[in-house]
């Protein structure tokens, strides 16, 4: 028997070799009680993860990497101008 220790609940239980060995490393839960719980705590994990890297990428008041969108945003606008310019050059001096 291998030992496990419960993500859910952290109790120390033994476990089959054959499931041990198809748990591939992890820790297998102890009961059908904590394995109902299991996806959920996983699940709360991952939301509060990907929350916090929100908050490192997009930040709530300007720095660089809003300039850096910004500059972008306005380095599209120019080329739009320069398209609509060279619109305006072509139907003033015709074809
Ligand atoms: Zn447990």
């Not at 990907?50 to 969108?69: D, E, F, K, T």
């Amino acid at each position: 028997m291998s030992v496990h220790h419960c993500p859910v609940c952290g109790t120390l239980h033994d476990v089959h070799p054959v499931l041990d060995r198809l748990a591939y490393g992890r820790q297998l839960t102890c009961s059908p009680r904590c394995k109902t719980i299991f996806p959920g705590m996983v699940r709360q994990r991952v939301l509060a993860e990907i929350a916090a890297l929100r908050r490192l990428v997009v930040p709530s008041s300007g720095n660089a990497a809003n300039a850096g969108v910004a500059g972008k945003a306005q380095i599209l606008d120019d080329r739009s101008d320069n398209a609509a310019q060279g619109r305006e050059w072509e139907m003033q001096h015709g074809n």
